[in-house]
């Protein structure tokens, strides 16, 4: 596999499920990222995570719960999440400190 | 992986003729610019990117321009293909020790055959 992975690519949870989204990077970076693409905003940072270490957290709900356990795998748990949750969350990866970013292709989530 | 509900401009061309997107960022701090291209059902694809010290970039087909006292961002493809057909998103980062990127909305291109 090369590039950046996601798995599931596609997931139906209830409000009262607990899920978890997982994304590999295959390019040797150290740092990951989670972003939330909603219909109806553009995309946006949810964590970051530079070194193993999280060093964003733009102010997002704890029923989402990263989990970094190595510079190649980025978790993100899910519990107790609410319809609006529903949306496609994207992985990407960057060397640290570097600008440019790589995706995943994203996990479609709804949540009913 | 489409913005659907979003209200995105759309810039429909013609196949073959060139393709200008438009991009207006909001940091005037901002140092490094750089566009997306998402395809349905895919996660956003790197094009090409460009810093502050720099008002041109050239790739193969795309050419990014740089208008920083205006704070407006171009991309313009040459020779558009049905392959091009997707949301463009520009985005921009400033360097705070570290980095993150703010993403516009972004603009859906149709390529008419």
């Known amino acids: 596999e090369t590039g950046v992975t996601q798995t599931p690519r596609h997931l139906v949870m209830g409000m009262t499920n607990k899920k978890s989204l997982k994304c590999e990077q295959h390019?040797?970076?150290?740092?990951m990222y989670w972003y939330k693409q909603s219909a109806k905003k553009p995309l946006e940072l949810m964590f970051v995570?530079?070194?193993?270490?999280?060093?964003e957290n733009n102010s997002v709900p704890s029923r989402f719960s990263p989990e970094c356990p190595n510079s190649s795998h980025l978790f993100l748990h899910l519990h107790t999440l609410q319809p609006e949750d529903s949306a496609l969350y994207l992985c990407?990866?960057?060397?640290?400190?570097?600008?440019?970013?790589?995706f995943g292709p994203g996990t479609r989530l709804t949540v009913t | 992986g489409e913005s659907v509900g979003l209200h995105l401009p759309t810039l429909s061309v013609q196949e073959g003729d060139n393709s200008i997107i438009n991009c207006a960022y909001s940091?005037?701090?901002?140092?490094?610019f750089i566009w997306y291209k998402q395809e349905s059902g895919k996660g956003p694809q790197f094009i090409i990117d460009?810093?502050?010290?720099?008002d041109k970039r050239q790739g193969q087909r795309v050419t990014v321009l740089l208008n920083k006292t205006v704070k407006h961002l171009s991309l313009q493809i040459a020779a558009t293909q049905p392959g091009d057909s997707a949301v463009y998103f520009c985005?921009?980062?400033?360097?705070?020790?570290?980095?993150?990127?703010?993403f516009g909305s972004g603009t859906r291109l149709q390529v008419q055959p």
């Open positions: 990407a990866s960057s060397q640290a400190g570097a600008d440019e970013q790589y």
């Open positions: 390019l040797g970076h150290n740092a």
């Open positions: 995570y530079s070194l193993e270490e999280r060093v």
């Open positions: 940091n005037s701090a901002s140092d490094y």
């Open positions: 460009i810093r502050s010290n720099m």
């Open positions: 985005a921009e980062s400033m360097d705070t020790g570290r980095r993150a990127l703010t």
